[in-house]
């Protein structure tokens, strides 16, 4: 199996074979992101290579491998026709697979089409991760997202008439102290009406060497503190209607949740209200991210 550039996968993914589809990522401008910042070049692995390595893990693991993951950045922007051969080839290779996912943005879940999405779900592609952030244009367009709220509304839904599971982002955070409310609000509404089987949050961390880190360093980004984004968390919450699951599996966030809405929004709502109490000092420190 061969690998080239930074391997990221969501922490759902942790339990799954990982096989690079595609190299980089072909948006590449988002404002907080510093993966692909340095390279590589985001290309389309050939199928052949792709399914050599499926080959090699099969050997390597035999009836093991339940998931699969195929990173990089936007495997959902590559041809339909490399993606379809090589999801069928996976679920050959491997007949116990219980599930396949990559990452997509919005803007390329669009390009792609319900009919092709329609293929792709046909020869075994059971989730994409969407990098969702915000439901807010505004707090879209400082990021440089590359898309905005209706785009990401149609993405979603395109992937529901694909019978596609929807696994949405949220960054909370990302409207600094300015864009706070209307980040919670805005988002919010944008999942509701998306629906998403999903939501997994967040919290804005600036890394190294991102435009974003840069505006923090200037003032330019007025970053919101442990309790102003709990709050932000709540009212997010609070207004979240559509039944999903919720998760918050990351080491930015400054609590944990996890639950099924909309019958566990009391509890979650109740464990934020346990930590508002907690002095800010309490909480992990700021600190700028490397990774």
């Keep these: 199996m061969r690998y080239e550039g930074p391997i990221y996968r969501p922490p759902s993914e942790a339990d799954s074979l990982l096989i690079q589809a595609t190299v980089g990522c072909p ?3 988002c404002t907080f992101c510093m ?3 340095k390279g590589p ?4 692995r050939p199928a052949a290579e792709v399914i050599e390595d499926l080959e090699a893990a099969r050997a390597q693991y035999g009836s093991r491998i339940q998931t699969i993951f195929f990173p990089a950045g936007n495997t959902i922007a590559a041809p339909t026709d490399i993606l379809e051969a090589i999801f069928r080839a996976a679920c050959r290779i491997f007949p116990e697979v219980r599930r396949m996912t990559v990452y997509g943005s919005s803007r390329y879940i669009l390009e792609k089409g319900e009919k092709d999405l329609r293929r792709l779900a046909a020869a075994g592609l059971s989730r994409i991760h969407v990098g969702l952030e915000s439901g807010s244009d505004a707090v ?11 785009e990401q509304i149609r993405a979603g839904r395109l992937l529901k008439k694909a019978g596609i599971e929807n696994s949405s982002y949220v960054m909370l955070g990302i409207g600094a102290r300015e864009l706070s409310r209307e980040h919670a609000l805005e988002t919010a509404s944008a999942l509701n009406e998306i629906a998403p089987e999903y939501v997994r949050l967040r919290t804005f961390v600036p890394k190294q060497g991102t435009p974003l880190l840069r505006k923090v360093e200037k003032g330019d980004f007025v970053m ?14 609070e207004n979240l209607e559509t039944a999903t ?3 918050s599996d990351h080491y930015t966030n400054y609590v944990n949740l996890s639950g099924e809405l909309p019958e566990d929004r009391l509890r979650l709502l109740h464990r934020i209200d346990d930590c508002l109490r907690r002095p800010e000092g309490s909480f992990r420190p700021f600190f700028v991210g490397s990774e």
């Design 41 to 44: 070049k985001y290309r389309v």
């Design 35 to 37: 993966v692909y910042k």
């Design 245 to 247: 699951s919720l998760r």
């Design 140 to 150: 879209l367009a400082d990021i440089r997202k590359g898309a905005t709220r209706e």
């Design 224 to 237: 919101a503190g442990p309790h102003e984004v709990l709050s932000e968390t709540r009212l997010l919450l």
């Design 27 to 29: 948006h590449n401008r």
